[in-house]
């Protein structure tokens, strides 16, 4: 906390030859005034001076989310909720050199909403280009996510249910057969081949809007085709 304090205070590591300096340095700035203010010791003239004179540094919306906590939990609620404000409009960068892509930032930012207790609708409204931008890697022929995506995305699962207090209930439709559900949070349902021949539906009950999700495993009947977009072995003898 010394440490933090004083790089925050003298303006915090300098980045030298570094790509994009001004956002990283700007970034470590907003972190630390973040984790000091959550222990109430981040100097809120500090805080006040890096929005007032440093945002527009930000190439990312995670240090304006990091810095608008950091002024709410501070006092300052008036200017923090206008730096989240911006955070969420910022654009997407490419890669900064450092752990973050624009999944993770994104997951992040809607997870620190959550856990400060400053979530909007319009900032969950994110959720839905993440799980399409998840959708879409995920058509990659090599599909990966680094661990800061991973870890991400389920502290965003997590802080979604923390705060989930609709609950649905409905009936499964198997074939002929009628499973009605209570309400719950969450429901789920596992149904092989034969079961999906016959007829597999879900008819829910509650207020909307209601997220469903599907996933399917299986075996093809035919080999994929080759795929040599990524990588190609030739073997000569």
């Known amino acids: 906390l010394q440490r933090l304090s004083e790089d925050l205070l003298a303006g915090g590591n300098e980045f030298y030859g570094h790509d994009h300096r ?4 700007f970034a470590y700035q907003a972190h630390a005034g973040y984790a000091l203010a959550r222990v109430n010791r981040a100097p809120l003239g500090t805080l006040r001076g890096l929005y007032d004179n440093e ?4 190439l990312t919306g995670l240090p304006l989310v990091h810095l608008g906590l950091a002024l709410s939990l501070q006092g300052d609620k008036s200017r923090g909720a206008k730096s989240i404000g911006f955070a969420f409009k910022n654009s997407n960068h490419g890669y900064l050199g450092d752990y973050s892509s624009p ?5 992040l930012m809607i997870v620190l909403t959550h856990e400060r207790g400053l979530a909007k609708s319009d900032y969950d409204a994110s959720v ?3 799980s399409k931008e998840l959708e879409l890697r995920r058509g990659e022929p090599w599909f990966w996510l680094s661990t800061q995506e991973q870890v991400a995305l389920a502290r965003l699962g997590k802080a979604l249910l923390a705060d989930q207090k609709k609950t649905v209930a409905g009936t499964w439709r198997l074939g002929d ?9 969450m429901h789920g349902k596992r149904a092989d081949y034969a079961t999906l021949s016959k007829g597999f539906r879900f008819e829910p009950q509650g207020q909307p809007p209601l997220y469903a999700s599907l996933e399917i495993a299986g ?3 035919k080999a994929p085709a080759p795929n040599k977009s990524s990588i190609g072995i030739e073997r000569t003898w």
């Open 22 to 25: 001004d956002h990283l340095k």
């Open 219 to 221: 075996v093809p009947r």
């Open 128 to 130: 839905l280009a993440l």
């Open 177 to 185: 057969t009628s499973l009605p559900v209570e309400e719950r949070r």
């Open 55 to 58: 945002r527009k540094k930000a």
């Open 103 to 107: 999944l993770r930032d994104r997951a």
